[in-house]
Nanobody
Framework: EVQLQASGGGLGQAGGSLRLSCAASGFTFDDYNIGWFRQAPGKEREGVSCISSSDGRTYVADFVKGRFTISSDDAKTTMYLQMDNLEPEDTAVYYC???????????????????WGQGTQVTVSS
């Protein structure tokens, strides 16, 4: 059974850092594209970053480019989102997901995923 468990959210300050983790079970990241999404109150879900299973290339949304970094461990069972230089606008529930449409070569990350983690709240104070 494919399962995803996100952790690491919490309260951060503007300009500070947080790191999210997502532990996968039932599969490895060689099997599916993986990624992070977020949804702020009253806003649509948006794709933040993803890793392609085919070549390991990454996509990062323009609104976090240069501030957020996606990575995975060598075992390809834990995914991370390093969030630096946080802004209040980063406040949202963050979700990890698997089987994501992720095509870094043409800067595409879809909003659909077949498997979702439970979400972790990130709140950034100014």
């Amino acid at each position: 059974e494919v399962q995803l468990q996100a952790s690491g959210g919490g309260l951060g300050q503007a300009g500070g850092s947080l790191r999210l983790s997502c532990a996968a079970s039932g599969f490895t990241f060689d099997d599916y594209n993986i990624g992070w999404f977020r949804q702020a109150p009253g806003k649509e879900r948006e794709g933040v970053s993803c890793i392609s299973s085919s070549d390991g290339r990454t996509y990062v949304a323009d609104f976090v480019k240069g501030r957020f970094t996606i990575s995975s461990d060598d075992a390809k069972t834990t995914m991370y989102l390093q969030m630096d230089n946080l802004e209040p606008e980063d406040t949202a529930v963050y979700y990890c997901a698997a089987d994501v449409i992720c095509i870094p070569g043409i800067q595409i990350m879809g909003l659909h995923a077949d498997y979702w983690g439970q979400g972790t709240q990130v709140t950034v104070s100014s």
